[in-house]
Every structure is written in C-alpha cells, then in structure tokens.
Nanobody, 121 residues
C-alpha cells in the first residue's frame, strides 16, 4: 500500500514537498514514480526514480523545478516541488512497480490514493 501526503494550497512561486510512504510491502527494488491528474484529464507523468535512487527522469514541464528522491530505509519516496505554477494544480499520485523510465500509468502496478496540490496565482 502506498500513502501519499503533503499536498495543500500554495501561492505561485512557492514550494511543497510530497511524500509517499509504503506499507505492507517493500518497494526497495522497484522504480517509483509520481503522476498527476486533473478532473476529466488523463493521468500525466511527472517523475520517476530507479530503485537505487541513482537515476531519475522528469517530464519537461517540471524539469528544473521538481526533484524526486527516495529513502529506502524508510520505504518512502518524495517529490520536492519548487517554483510552483498554477498549471501544476492537480491531484498527485505516487506509483510503484514499473521498470525505470516507464512514463505511462499502465506500466505501474501499485498506486497511492492521491494528494491534492492547488497553486493559486
């Protein structure tokens, strides 16, 4: 099970840090990712990280502003979001179980429940 947290309301230019804690199963050998979704829209890839944390990959829309990281000792993955823009507003989901570099949601086997990020202008 994956539990995402850390969402909230922030002004444009601000920062938030999302966390995704795993329980009931270790994901230390799985790549993990973050996706986001607006109502009526498809789930959009944001970032992914390899099981070791040594490799990361980002969507162009967040590159240079977001940083994905993980702490395998805590079975947790993070998404540090800086310089937030109103277009970053979405429900953010963490996911696990894909090979590294997979950017489509169907490639992931495990999903968290989502945390809402709202960026005001």
């Amino acid at each position: 099970q994956l539990q995402a947290s850390g969402g909230g309301l922030v002004q444009a230019g601000g920062s938030l840090r999302l966390s995704c804690a795993a329980s009931g199963r270790t994901f230390n050998r799985d790549s993990m990712g973050w996706f986001r979704q607006l109502p009526g829209k498809e789930r959009e890839f944001v970032a992914t990280i390899s099981w070791s944390g040594g490799s990361t990959y980002y969507a162009d829309s967040v590159k240079g502003r977001f940083t994905i990281s993980r702490d395998n000792a805590k079975n947790t993955v993070y998404l540090q979001m800086n310089s937030l823009k109103p277009e970053d507003t979405a429900v953010y989901y963490c996911a696990a179980g894909a090979r590294f570099g997979v950017i489509y949601s169907s490639g992931y086997n495990y999903w968290g429940q989502g945390t809402l990020v709202t960026v005001s202008s």
